[in-house]
């Protein structure tokens, strides 16, 4: 899993069925490290995040895992909604 915000928005009317009810998001990578000009990616939203939210995704088969079936071509899924990173003992990111 990483870390990533959410900067972005896919819209996409024709889709696999197994993506029906789900949103499309852009996102770019933000963990420990990261660039700030990492490349973006997409991902499938599955906890209703928003632009500028920091979230954790999933990646690769275990992406697939939190879809509605395991038949979706699915390789990078938002599976929650970050509060706080705490980093080497350093809060990084923090909501509150």
């Not at 995704?57 to 705490?86: E, K, M």
Request: proline share 3%; charged share 15%.
């Amino acid at each position: 899993m990483k870390l990533a915000t959410v900067v972005g928005q896919v819209v996409s009317t024709v889709k696999d069925t197994g993506l029906d009810n789900l949103s499309l998001l852009v996102l770019r990578d933000t963990g420990p490290g990261a660039a700030t000009d990492a490349p973006t990616f997409v991902g499938v939203d599955l906890v209703g995040a928003g632009d500028g939210d920091v979230v954790l995704v999933a990646t690769g088969g275990a992406a697939r895992v939190c879809t509605q079936t395991a038949a979706t071509p699915t390789d990078c899924a938002v599976v929650a909604i970050v509060d706080s990173v705490v980093h080497q003992g350093t809060v990084s990111y923090s909501t509150v």
